[in-house]
């Protein structure tokens, strides 16, 4: 039996247990708000934290990683390397990380059931929300059988069956390269693109959940500033919170979009062009001459590259939503326990000292946290920009090469 059904069995069956178990001795609102979260943390920890396999390769991990990153670029993919892994987006939501473990004939291909930013954003907000728990849990479920789809239907396909790794021909090798670098520049375009789409949909949010905060307090003040009966004063209220609030969010909003709306047209503009640029130069019947055509469009969009990486890096935590939900948890819990510990300090000192021992280790947890991830964010985003320096000179000398042997 495959490891990806004995994974579904097993989270399927461990939280049907929890939900059996919580509906048996627990009130229904502490199984909504409790029993539902604990069964999708099982799910997601059950199905997405193996590692499932795909295929054994005669061929180091690196080579390995190195050829699906080829591949799965040339068809189209966004595939982000890092060190021992690479990480391939499958749609708006699912993605899946393959890694590559050495075995005495070569290495074994492995997969990872995963997420884009917004996925897990996404996933983890449905969990977490009492009434969308359920959802949550579909999400999760699809998430992984997308992921597990696409190992069997992409990639191992792409590992021949010998595991023997077929060499690029030479004559091939220039157009590879130059797809390649393509899809990486175009990769950076559209994540700095999502990057700068969700800072201003983050920043019409505020506002909008803003104005609805405003609004509540002003329809209390104004319904208690207005003479005459009960409907007059709410009519009369609402009308002009109403009129308070839209004369300053309305503005505000239309201000956030001139500002920042033409950014992310710009951004969105330079990554349709690269996406179409590499399928003309993938295409089949590609004509004679079309790879100097690309190498130009590369080139100038080379400039923009790390422009285009720095922006997708700074969302930092938006672009993590894991690790900022650990850190957001960690802190209110850090508060709530602080504050505890003050209530209690004259009723029962050792009860206080005990909370307010917990919320500051909490809390110094946290801190630490951050900085070990702001660290390893800023490691990323340096590798990124040395990888990138990288891939244009080797394509500057491919390219080279190319038009001497013409």
């Known amino acids: 039996m495959r490891s990806e059904v004995l994974a579904l069995v097993a989270a399927a069956g461990t939280d049907a247990a929890l939900l059996f178990y919580a509906f048996s001795h627990f009130e229904l609102f502490f199984v909504l708000f409790f029993g539902i979260i604990v069964a999708g943390g099982a799910f997601l920890g059950i199905t997405f934290l193996p590692k499932y396999p795909v295929r054994d390769v005669r061929a180091e991990p690196g080579a390995a990683l190195a050829y699906l990153a080829n591949r799965l670029r040339l068809m189209g993919y966004r595939v982000a ?60 479920a699809y998430g992984f059988l997308r992921a597990w789809s696409f190992s069997t239907s992409v990639v191992a396909p792409l590992l021949p069956v010998d595991g023997s790794l077929p060499a690029i021909p ?65 009519t009369m209220g609402a009308a002009r919170a109403t009129a308070a609030v839209a004369a300053a969010a309305i503005p505000l909003g239309i201000l956030i979009r001139v500002r920042l709306r033409p950014n992310v047209l710009l951004h969105r503009a330079h990554a349709e062009r690269l996406r179409a640029a590499m399928a003309r130069a993938s295409a089949p019947g590609a004509p004679e001459g079309s790879e100097p055509s690309a190498f130009e469009l590369l080139m100038d969009a080379s400039v923009e590259v790390p422009s285009w990486i720095q922006v997708s890096r700074r969302g930092g935590l938006n672009r993590d939503p894991a690790a900022g939900l650990f850190i957001l948890v960690a802190a209110v819990w850090s508060f709530s326990l602080v504050s505890a510990a003050f209530s209690f300090v004259f009723f029962n000192p050792l009860l206080a000292a005990l909370l307010g021992s917990l919320g500051i280790t909490l809390s110094v947890i946290a801190t630490l946290f951050y900085r070990r991830w702001k660290r390893r964010w800023e490691e990323e985003t340096q590798r990124a920009l040395r990888d990138w320096k990288g891939r244009i000179d080797r394509i500057r000398a491919e390219m080279s090469r190319y038009i001497e042997d013409l």
Request: a neutral charge; aromatic letters at 10%; hydrophobic letters at 50%.
């Open 81 to 140: 390397e890092s060190p021992g892994r690479l990480t391939v987006r499958i749609g708006s939501f699912s993605a899946i990380l393959v890694t590559a473990r050495p075995t005495p004939s070569g290495c074994r291909v492995l997969y990872q059931p995963f997420a884009t930013p917004s996925g897990w954003g996404t996933l983890l907000t449905l969990l977490i929300i009492v009434y969308t728990g359920l959802a949550g849990l579909g999400l999760a």
């Open 170 to 234: 030479v004559e091939d090798r220039t157009r590879s390269v130059l797809l390649e670098t393509l899809s990486e520049a175009h990769r950076a375009a559209a994540e700095a693109t999502e990057a700068l789409r969700s800072n201003y949909w983050d920043l019409q949010t505020i506002v909008i959940g803003g104005a609805i905060i405003v609004w509540l307090f002003a329809f209390i003040l104004f319904s208690m500033d207005v003479n005459g009966d009960f409907t007059a004063r709410m």
